[in-house]
T-cell receptor
Framework: EDQVTQSPEALRLQEGESSSLNCSYT??????LFWYRQDPGKGPEFLFTLYSAGEEKEKERLKATLTKKESFLHITAPKPEDSATYLCAVQARGADSWGKLQFGAGTQVVVTP | KAGVTQTPRYLIKTRGQQVTLSCSPISGHRSVSWYQQTPGQGLQFLFE???????NKGNFPGRFSGRQFSNSRSEMNVSTLELGDSALYLC??????????????FGEGSWLTVV
């Protein structure tokens, strides 16, 4: 069965203090690994999709990387507005995974001024 | 471009009642998925529809059902509500849901409280 584990569960950072979030996964065949940001009371906001090991994508202060077993979300010089829960999800290959994402529990990030 | 729209945003129901939630996907998207989010279980997949057909279903009881219309809009229904059904219900849409490169976008969700 597909599994996604995120660590740490919570992360408290000072403004400007860079850090990384981890997402380890087991899946029979990976179609894509997704990163989302979720603010309290709102739906997940799409950040990145990664498809193959070695792939990297960047957006402002965020950079996502992918290996065969895990993905990292690097937050460089974070600002208070980067405070959110970051969710990792995988979509497996195969007809029984069409439209289906398996999510991790998320990492709650708080950035203080 | 309008995003995924869900209605209603908030609702309160009594145990034993039923509820219907609505989702309008992004224009041109034909795959619609539904998820339940709770503090204890996180985000869990309910089911997915494409061209009015349910293609995949998660591990939820038969009280949870859905449908998709010819314009790709979707509804989900929960019958005989239980206290444990209190959750944020999220709808997501993508072009086809199966090809690499199909980004999956979420709506803001419908908050259901069962009392």
């Amino acid at each position: 069965e597909d599994q996604v584990t995120q660590s740490p569960e919570a992360l408290r950072l000072q403004e400007g203090e860079s850090s990384s979030l981890n997402c380890s996964y087991t899946v029979s065949g990976l179609r894509g690994l997704f990163w989302y940001r979720q603010d309290p009371g709102k739906g997940p906001e799409f950040l990145f999709t990664l498809y193959s090991a070695g792939e990297e994508k960047e957006k402002e202060r965020l950079k996502a990387t992918l290996t065969k077993k895990e993905s990292f979300l690097h937050i460089t010089a974070p600002k208070p507005e980067d405070s959110a829960t970051y969710l990792c999800a995988v979509q497996a290959r195969g007809a029984d995974s069409w439209g289906k994402l398996q999510f991790g529990a998320g990492t709650q990030v708080v950035v203080t001024p | 471009k309008a995003g995924v729209t869900q209605t209603p945003r908030y609702l309160i129901k009594t145990r034993g009642q039923q509820v219907t939630l609505s989702c309008s996907p992004i224009s041109g998207h034909r795959s619609v998925s539904w998820y339940q989010q709770t503090p204890g279980q996180g985000l869990q997949f309910l089911f997915e529809y494409f061209s009015e057909t349910q293609r995949n279903k998660g591990n939820f009881p038969g009280r949870f059902s859905g449908r998709q219309f010819s314009n790709s809009r979707s509804e989900m229904n929960v019958s005989t509500l239980e206290l444990g059904d209190s959750a944020l219900y999220l709808c997501a849409s993508s072009l086809t849901g199966r090809e690499s490169g199909n980004t999956i976008y979420f709506g803001e969700g419908s908050w259901l409280t069962v009392v």
